[in-house]
């Protein structure tokens, strides 16, 4: 099993390093410290297992203001 960098394609989940197959949820995680948290991944479609380490503090979109339930205009 490798750690990889995820490629990433929503906010949640990463793709399966090894079909690139969308994956929702780790099978398991584990809280290492403030700065790492451990996730290892199942792709249930090629079989495959790989883990990531992610930091918690590191956001994507920013969660302040308007930025958490941005507005939308409907026409």
Known sequence: MATTASKRRSRFGVCCAHCDNELIAPEWSEYRNER????VWHCWKCDSSFETIVDPKV?????TG?????????A
Do not use: A, G, K, W
């Open 36 to 39: 790492q948290v451990h996730h």
């Open 59 to 63: 956001t994507e979109y920013p969660t």
């Open 66 to 74: 308007d930025n958490i339930f941005p507005s939308r205009l409907v």
